[in-house]
T-cell receptor
Framework: SQKIEQNSEALNIQEGKTATLTCNYT??????LQWYRQDPGRGPVFLLL?????KEKRKERLKVTFDTTLKQSLFHITASQPADSATYLC???????????FGSGTKLNVKP | DAGVIQSPRHEVTEMGQEVTLRCKPI?????LFWYRQTMMRGLELLIY????????DSGMPEDRFSAKMPNASFSTLKIQPSEPRDSAVYFC?????????FGPGTRLLVL
């Protein structure tokens, strides 16, 4: 069966450290993968997109890697800040009419 | 642009009542998505439209759920009759290419 797995346990890190979140998938062949941020009481907000032929993508303090052999994406936040505390969702896009499949998300807590 | 607009933001109703959720997508976006989010099941895609046409409704739980998109600027998700297990946050999202833009959601509680 198709699965998208994100660590359901919250990730607690100290301010200034690098946070690394994992997204693993099985039985999908995504054309691209996205990461979204969701704050309590709000809808998800798009952060980064990486395509199947890209290994790495960066945006400011954010970095995403995509390994289609391992079927895994890693999401890094460098120099983390308390304001980065939120739930982060990965989403797989198969390319057909932009349909997505979302993971359940990982909650990140950055402590001052 | 005001972003994706959803109404109502909160809805409390009794079991058996009809519930209608509304969504106005971002102007110029040609795809619209309805999602349901719960703690147990996460974010589930219910149905999505492309150019106002329903493309995939395989995520709609059962016949009690229906969705329409009569024009490019408006969509509804209807639950009739509602049940307590329908309690969740319902999100509408729109997109032009790969990126989806989510609305603030409707928090539905069915008593």
């Amino acid at each position: 069966s198709q699965k998208i797995e994100q660590n359901s346990e919250a990730l607690n890190i100290q301010e200034g450290k690098t946070a690394t979140l994992t997204c693993n998938y099985t039985n999908y062949s995504p054309a691209y993968l996205q990461w979204y941020r969701q704050d309590p009481g709000r809808g998800p907000v798009f952060l980064l997109l990486i395509r199947e032929n890209e290994k790495e993508k960066r945006k400011e303090r954010l970095k995403v890697t995509f390994d289609t052999t391992l079927k895994q994406s890693l999401f890094h936040i460098t120099a983390s800040q308390p304001a980065d505390s939120a739930t982060y969702l990965c989403a797989l896009g198969l390319g057909n009419f932009n349909k997505f499949y979302f993971g359940s998300g990982t909650k990140l807590n950055v402590k001052p | 642009d005001a972003g994706v607009i959803q109404s109502p933001r909160h809805e409390v109703t009794e079991m058996g009542q009809e519930v209608t959720l509304r969504c106005k997508p971002i102007s110029g976006h040609n795809s619209l998505f309805w999602y349901r989010q719960t703690m147990m099941r996460g974010l589930e895609l219910l149905i999505y439209f492309n150019n106002n046409v329903p493309i995939d409704d395989s995520g709609m739980p059962e016949d009690r759920f229906s969705a329409k998109m009569p024009n490019a600027s408006f969509s509804t998700l209807k639950i009739q009759p509602s049940e307590p297990r329908d309690s969740a946050v319902y999100f509408c999202a729109s997109s032009f290419q790969e990126t989806q833009y989510f609305g603030p959601g409707t928090r539905l509680l069915v008593l």
